[in-house]
């Protein structure tokens, strides 16, 4: 048997299993699949360069890099930048080698974030997601500007909407706020999800005022019982405080002015929980 020497190595067995074969050095042993096993001729005695052992040991990180990538894109679309990025966590992989792994997925087109971008931003969209927010996720995915400037990808937000769903949603979601605060939480949200200021008034501007009368009214009613309710509750809280009159009667001001009642309301629940005091 030949010694190896410190510019080859000698296979000294090989030694085969399911799916895989094993060839058996002096110091170190190299795993192959059997397909690789089967693209070159090895057997004991076989004696390797260095060379020849380096490139060896980038065919098997290779090959483990593609069936990784094989696997994520059998589980769903990835992007060109989440597969590098899983592909640099690996062991043995150079950045040459990952580019190559990533184009050779490319070129079978089960790589392609210009569609990855489409089907995303198509699906944020139909869950109520806005533009802003569609391109802010994408970009933070990785996807390149060049992708999101292209013509196909910005034909999606041609007639970009807000679902009537979500504003449903919404609506409901504020029923115990009074109508101003009700509009500043729907219009914040949507505006936190990526829609356009503008767009985003018109559309709940519109939606209030296209409630039918017996909503509309209920919501008076409604309006009624929660300055009545928190008239009570703030003057209530403000007296603990042991405040002279002008300070307490400037603070519940304040606070129901936040909750958006107009002067004349406040006006009234002070009135009203004061009792017919001094209210000058």
Not at 17 to 38: C, P, T
Not at 264 to 279: C, F, M, T, V, Y
Request: charged residues 35%; aromatic residues 10%; contains cysteine.
């Amino acid at each position: 048997m030949k010694k190896p020497s410190a510019e080859s190595f000698e296979i000294l067995s090989v030694e085969e299993g399911k799916g895989k074969v094993v060839l058996v050095f002096s110091r170190f042993s190299l795993v192959l699949s059997s397909y690789l096993y089967a693209s070159s001729y090895y057997y004991p005695g076989k004696v390797l360069s260095q060379e020849e052992v380096e490139r060896l040991k980038e065919k098997i990180a290779e090959e483990k890099g593609r069936i990784k990538i094989e696997r994520m894109l059998s589980r769903g679309r990835k992007t060109r930048n989440q597969c590098r990025e899983s592909l640099f966590k690996m062991k043995g992989l150079n950045r040459s080698q990952i580019e190559e792994i990533l184009s050779f997925f490319q070129k079978q087109g089960l790589l392609d974030d210009s569609l990855y971008a489409l089907d995303y931003a198509k699906e944020r969209m139909e869950k109520g997601y806005g533009k802003k927010n569609i391109l802010a996720q994408l970009a933070k995915k990785g996807i390149e500007e060049e992708v999101l400037e292209g013509d196909d990808f910005k034909k999606v937000f041609e007639e970009e909407d807000i679902p009537e769903g979500l504003l449903k949603s919404l609506y409901k979601k504020s029923s115990n706020l009074t109508t101003e605060v009700s509009k500043q939480k729907m219009l914040q949200f949507l505006i936190h999800r990526g829609f356009p200021y503008s767009l985003s008034k018109k559309k709940v501007d519109r939606f209030y005022g296209n409630l039918p009368s017996s909503e509309k009214e209920k919501a008076l009613e409604k309006r009624r019982d929660l300055l009545r309710e928190k008239g009570k509750k703030c003057y209530n809280q403000l007296l603990r405080t042991k405040a002279d009159l002008p300070a307490l009667k400037k603070k519940f001001f304040q606070k129901l002015s936040k909750d958006g009642f107009r002067f004349e309301e406040i006006q009234s629940a002070w009135n009203e929980n004061h009792e017919g005091d001094d209210h000058d």
